[in-house]
């Protein structure tokens, strides 16, 4: 249920609601908004009489929510959400470009990627510190000595860290040295660790299950949301199909679809979506032109010695062509938004 507060309502009348919210031991959410303050209620399992809420001062309307994902939905919140991540605001009309190697290998690799980056402007730095592999037996990151060159990273360059948690042993670890904290592919329903992500007081990138409808990639951003974090992106990363020509499939049909049910900022990943560097640089644009909030894309200085998904790294010169074409395509699509409106 959602209760609407008239635009004239004060912070006392909010109060009160989530007040007699909580006496239901139930939990509120309270959403500004541009025109008005709405109160998400989560934590019922059957029904809740509107009336209990209509009655109460300040109150203009108490609301079901027809969906079965509720925060995130734009019934409850119809102004789009801006996450910030460093002096980066995603989600508010600018273009976000998230770069950097897959996983950190060394400090010398992670510093020769940051440096030959940083001249692009790029100021979301990402790499693995904890790599969920296919295969146990391949690199699997070099957790907290990771984190502690990623932290390196963004004093030196001034670039927020973006990193991947696997469980909720690395979350807490993640958490102290990173930015925004990223929940892979893998660990789209991974409901502890959503839970626990949901619980940290930074920004969550939650990246689309290998094959994940709408629906459920909806739902994981709503567990973390439940908890109280409301600082989510979400990042479509491509869904296994067919075919076997790419890695997997890139569905760039989701951002409109996740921007008209959803208020979260999206972003798109043609790294892996593709497996290809030669089809990262038109994947970005395509992403761009459908209007994706951003990109985030891997880059490595020597791809062919890298430890994980170096055929898929762009050179650094790559990426600064990129954010070059990107910025255009940026450019058209708001130009477009302004002129529809
Ligand atoms: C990654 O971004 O490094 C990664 C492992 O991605 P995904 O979870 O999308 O496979
Ligand atoms: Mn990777």
């Known amino acids: 249920m959602l209760v609407v507060m008239r635009t004239q309502a004060t912070e006392d009348q909010v109060r009160q609601v989530v007040d007699t919210i909580e006496s239901m031991g139930l939990r509120a959410h309270p959403i500004p908004g541009a025109q008005r303050t709405a109160i998400g209620i989560t934590g019922n399992t059957g029904a809740i009489d509107a009336l209990t809420f209509e009655l109460l001062p300040g109150v203009a309307e108490a609301i079901r929510v027809s969906k079965p994902y509720k925060l995130v939905s734009r019934e409850v919140k119809p102004d789009r959400t801006i996450v910030k991540v460093g002096q980066v605001e995603i989600g508010g009309g600018d273009l976000v470009v998230i770069a950097g190697p897959c996983s950190v290998e060394s400090r010398e690799q992670t510093f020769a990627v940051a440096n030959a980056i940083d001249r692009y402007g790029i100021k979301l730095f990402r790499g693995g510190a904890y790599k969920p592999r296919t295969s146990p037996y391949s690199f699997q990151g070099h957790a907290e000595e990771g984190l502690k060159i990623l932290a390196e990273v963004r004093d030196v360059y001034s670039m927020a860290i973006v990193t991947e948690a696997i469980d909720n042993e690395s979350l807490d670890l993640v958490e102290k040295y ?68 790419t890695r997997n499939t890139l569905d760039l049909s989701i951002i409109p679809a996740v921007q008209k049910l959803s208020h979260l900022p999206i972003i798109v990943d043609p790294s892996h979506g593709t497996g290809r560097r030669e089809q990262v640089t038109p994947m970005s644009r395509a992403g761009i032109a459908v209007g994706a909030d951003g990109v985030m894309v891997e880059v490595h200085c020597q791809p062919e010695r890298a430890l994980s998904d170096g055929p898929q790294a762009l050179l650094p010169s790559m990426l600064g062509e990129l954010v070059q074409q990107l910025k255009e395509i940026h450019q058209v699509v708001t130009n477009l938004a302004v002129s529809v409106r």
């Not at 007081?201 to 990246?207: A, D, E, I, T, Y």
């Open 178 to 245: 990173a930015d925004m904290i990223q929940i892979g592919a893998r660990n789209m329903q991974n409901f502890s660790l959503l839970r626990r992500a949901g619980q940290c007081r930074k920004p969550v990138m939650l990246k689309r299950g290998m094959s994940a409808t709408l629906e459920e990639f909806l739902m994981a951003a709503e567990y973390i949301m439940a908890e109280g974090n409301y600082q989510v992106v979400l990042c479509e990363r491509g869904i296994r199909t067919f075919t076997d020509y």
